[in-house]
């Protein structure tokens, strides 16, 4: 829709200045119709989808007339907001809110008085270039905090063309900073990818038939097919391709704007660059990273490495023209590559924030390529999980710049940081991406010039770096069956402690929501566990024996078993509950009610005997609970006043049904039932009540949200305390089941 959509476009304005010409009768002088771009919405235009503005000279006000201009534009169905200015009230706008300014630096003629339109444009530019270092900086955290709030294009996963990073908002910034003079954009580079993302949205407004910036999931297919693309993922990559690429222009030219507003504001310096050299090859000049006189791309295989690697170590600009003549004329990397290149490499990935501008340049100008050939793999990847907030190329930048941070938590930082940046690398096709990435990470680490013990954990990081978290949020630790599946995967301290820092990194770089303090807390726990085993099987002597804690008895408790002693206690970004009862089948289940009813978020939960007593500790996300109004609820419902099923019923209809899974695996002293449903609230007490009605004792609850999806993991006991058989476990699956299914 390339050639239609501007031709639509530029239809429209021809049918307006039609218009004009119609009801004005003929060329008018010292009036003039105009366009106003995107920005300039608000005080000239605030609720049009076509920005026009009618100018006058002070002595030449429009009449009556007027009005018979708007009638039959809004006759026609044009939706548009009339607004009137001289000259000079136009300059004051503009000279008034920053927003009103950029709107008007993009000022197009429509009809009337052409001279009037050039003067004004004149005017408005010089006035803009005269004050561009005074507005600059307002300019700078306009754009900041829109890209705060809406996201970046190329990763939000509902996009916004106009407003998100990269988008259209950004193209027009970016034309303004061109017209200060200050500073250059590449104009072969933006305007394509502007009149790109334009044809994008037209093809938008047709698919969904109104006017709208976001791109839900459900319309990238037939987007796809509006421009002419194979399928959905093409449609994402196209998009979001032009997004990446905007962004990359704007971050460049924001860098150089800082740069030249760090300066002197005459203008009067040396106009020869200074050069401060930085490496062999490597120079640093205006705040960017270039080659200097003696730099021989062809004769110096590790000179992309350097110039990348001081380049984000500083935090500065790899210039975008060295980048790419490196790629020309540079010469490649022998294979394996020496130490030093490897040691370039850790440097880079190492940097931390001055990684992500750098890796974007690397990108852009095809570099990456010659470093990382499998990056094409994951490059642009929508994740399938809606924790995660970026695409897999950029999760895996921002894994790397989490796990610079942890770098002397771990004796082998290398190992770490190339872990970091081919965790992911096996995402993109059918196979779990763990296991297709371990083969590929093998192979990078081998062609890097890695020694094979190295090898071998980077590998065995790939392969296993979910294992950790999940274990730790979806599995017992107390149990030794946790340990032994953790231990038997991760055999030595060495590896155990970068799979801590890869897991921590790995999270971080998900969500904020992906790495709670309470999630860190199971994490530490397991991974504590785990290396007490495996000191105490490197000792030859058998690992520590866990002990449930002794609680004191409250005196209530002791005078009537029936009573239910509630205690709340601050906890990591929320409280921990604990209970204590005379022991009994349902207890979990009555207090998971009391919290579900006071819409308290269950993290977790713990159960066990202690002297013919019920005792469990609860992990909840309520740093607020009252625990009057809790005993109140509780009370009510161990008595059978108040009855939670009737408030806590499955909805009449569920986007996915319940899946409940056995795991003989997890466990050797208990039955262990996974439950995945969709979160809402109540579901933690349907399970514990159906398991009650069989007689079931929930030994653990551990709870788990990932995204609109909880995973929940109990392990039960008979009475007798043992495991169960096979026969009441699948019953028992099928009662949760039940339980959960909308009748």
């Known amino acids: 829709m390339t050639a239609s959509g501007r031709a639509d476009r530029t239809g429209a304005a021809d049918r307006l200045c039609g218009e004009t010409y119609d009801v004005s009768g003929g060329p008018l002088v010292g009036v003039a119709l105009v366009a106003v771009g995107g920005y300039g919405r608000g005080e000239l235009a605030p609720q049009s989808d076509l920005d026009v503005v009618l100018v006058h000279e002070e002595d030449a006000a429009p009449g009556e007339w007027v009005e018979k201009l708007w009638y039959p534009l809004w006759d026609s169905g044009v939706r548009l907001d009339h607004s009137v200015r001289s000259c000079a009230q136009m300059e004051q706008a503009a000279a008034a809110d920053l927003k ?164 002197p504001a005459s203008g009067r310096g040396p106009r020869r660059p200074q050069l401060t050299p930085l490496a062999p090859g490597v120079a640093l000049s205006s705040g960017e990273v270039v080659l200097d006189a003696r730099a021989n791309p062809a004769e110096d295989p590790l000179l992309l490495l350097r110039a990348a690697a001081e380049a984000a170590e500083r935090d500065v600009v790899l210039a975008p023209a060295t980048a790419a003549r490196l790629v020309r004329d540079g010469a490649p990397l022998p294979e394996p590559w020496p130490r030093e290149a490897r040691r370039l490499l850790v440097r880079l990935l190492a940097a931390g924030r001055g990684l992500l501008g750098v890796w974007e340049t690397l990108e852009e100008t095809g570099a990456l390529a010659r470093i990382l050939p499998e990056w094409e793999r994951i490059r642009l990847l929508p994740h399938a999980s809606v924790i995660h907030r970026f695409t897999v190329d950029r999760h895996v930048v921002e894994t790397c710049i989490e796990a610079s941070a942890l770098i002397r938590h771990v004796s082998r930082p290398d190992v770490l940081m190339v872990s970091a940046l081919l965790h992911d690398i096996g995402k993109g096709g059918l196979t779990e991406h763990s296991v297709a990435g371990e083969p590929m990470a093998r192979t990078i680490a081998t062609r890097i010039g890695f020694e094979p013990d190295s090898v071998d954990l980077v590998g065995g990081l790939v392969r296993w770096h979910l294992l950790l978290a999940s274990l730790a949020t979806t599995r017992d630790p107390d149990d030794p069956a946790t340990v032994e599946e953790l231990v038997s995967k991760v055999s030595s301290p060495e590896a155990l402690s970068l799979l801590v820092a890869l897991t921590e990194a790995d999270a971080k770089a998900a969500s904020p929501q992906a790495w709670t303090s309470w999630r860190a807390g199971l994490v530490a726990a397991l991974a504590e566990r785990a290396l007490a085993t495996l000191l105490a099987t490197a000792a030859g002597v058998s690992p520590p024996r866990l002990v449930e804690p002794e609680l004191p008895v409250p005196p209530e408790v002791r005078r009537d078993p029936r009573a239910v002693a509630l205690t709340i206690e601050p906890a990591d970004n929320g409280s921990r509950v604990t209970a204590i009862s005379g022991d009994r089948v349902g207890l979990l289940a009555d207090v998971a009610a009391s919290l579900a009813l006071q819409r308290a978020s269950i993290r977790g939960a713990r159960a066990w005997n202690q002297d013919d007593l019920g005792f469990s500790v609860w992990d909840v996300a309520d740093e607020h609970l009252d625990v009057a109004v809790l005993r109140q609820r509780l009370e009510a419902i161990v008595e059978g006043r108040l009855d939670p099923r009737s408030r806590l019923r499955p909805p009449a209809a569920d986007v996915l049904a319940p899946t409940v899974v056995v795991r003989p695996e997890a466990s050797a002293s208990a039955t262990v039932l996974e439950v995945r449903a969709t979160d809402r609230p109540g579901v933690l007490t349907l399970v514990l009540a159906a398991l009650a009605r069989m007689g079931v004792t929930v030994r653990s609850a551990h709870v788990d949200t990932l995204g609109p999806q909880a995973v929940d993991v109990f392990y039960l006991q008979e009475a007798d305390a043992g495991a169960l058989s096979e026969r009441r476990a699948a019953d028992a699956a099928h009662a949760v089941r039940a339980a959960l299914t909308p009748s």
């Open 100 to 263: 009103v300014a950029l709107g008007l630096l993009d000022v197009r003629h429509l009809a009337g008085d052409p001279n009037l339109t050039l003067r004004l444009r004149a005017t408005l530019l010089s006035s803009w270039r005269r004050e561009a270092r005074d507005r600059l900086p307002a300019l700078r955290e306009l754009v900041a905090s829109r890209h705060r709030i809406v996201g970046e294009l190329a990763h939000a996963s509902v996009p916004d063309l106009k407003e998100a990073e990269g988008g259209l908002r950004d193209a027009t910034v970016l034309k303004a900073l061109v017209a200060t003079w200050l500073v250059d954009v590449p104009h072969a580079d933006l305007e394509p990818s502007r009149l790109a993302l334009l044809d994008v949205r037209d093809v938008l407004h047709e698919v969904v038939g109104r006017p709208t910036d976001r791109v839900a999931p459900e319309t990238w297919a037939p987007l796809a097919a509006g421009l002419g693309l194979p399928d959905e993922r093409a449609a994402q990559v196209h998009v979001r391709e032009l997004g990446r690429r905007i962004t990359h222009l704007s971050r460049l030219t924001w860098r150089r704007v800082e740069a030249v507003l760090a300066g």
